[in-house]
């Protein structure tokens, strides 16, 4: 696999973490996302159970990426614990269920803060929106915004949502220059997510 190095969202993610109140790094705190493939729901998708009670749809061909694979796509300490990408690595959707206590009410200003630190920690990302909105069912916390890299920009879709106490996450992210053709797959991959537990 041709893995981009695009990366500056989930170290700003990771360091955020470690700002909120925990002295652990992702690795001690973080428990398992567990994906699973649930069902092929199309010639085009199939269904991934993720963090053991919610489910997302995804592309077909996208594969979960190795643990080398991740090293090379998310250098340094905090990469995210899934990563399912396509044949070259430069869409991916990925997965990390932080064990970060947080209450569903303090969703929105989680949101509020993170975007502050993406937007000290990374002065020239460009944002398209941010809030809390309700997905199936679920508040979840999305962040809509490109970051520059060394081979290009890059678009991000962040997800934040609380299950059973514990913050976790997920994201979609492709090169800019894919934005037009991934945009609204990758608005319906980010809007696919419901839980089941």
Known sequence: ?????????????????LSCG?????????????????SITTSKNKRLTIFGGAQIT?????????????????PGNNPPQEV???????????????????????LEGYVKQTVEGIKQGVPDS???SFGV??????????LAFDTPAADG?????????????KLIMYSFNCMV???????????????SFVVVE
Not at 8 to 16: N, P, R, V
Not at 85 to 104: H, P, Y
Not at 177 to 191: D, F
Request: proline share 2%.
């Open 153 to 165: 920009w890059i678009y991000n879709v962040m997800c934040f949502t609380v299950m059973n106490g």
């Open 22 to 38: 925990t002295d652990k790094t992702q690795e001690e705190t973080a428990g398992p996302v567990g994906t699973n493939i649930d």
């Open 58 to 74: 995804i592309p077909i061909n996208f594969t979960a990426l190795t643990s080398e694979e991740k090293a090379k796509k998310y």
């Open 84 to 106: 399912y990408a396509n044949e070259d690595g430069t869409i991916s959707i990925a997965f990390t269920n932080t064990n970060m206590v947080l209450l569903e009410t303090n």
């Open 126 to 128: 460009k944002w398209h």
């Open 133 to 142: 909105k309700n997905i199936n069912g679920k508040n979840i916390g999305v």
């Open 1 to 17: 696999m041709n893995l981009k190095k695009h990366f500056y969202a989930y170290q700003l993610f990771s360091l955020l973490l």
């Open 177 to 191: 220059n894919q934005k037009v053709k991934w945009e609204n797959e990758g608005k319906e991959i980010i809007e």
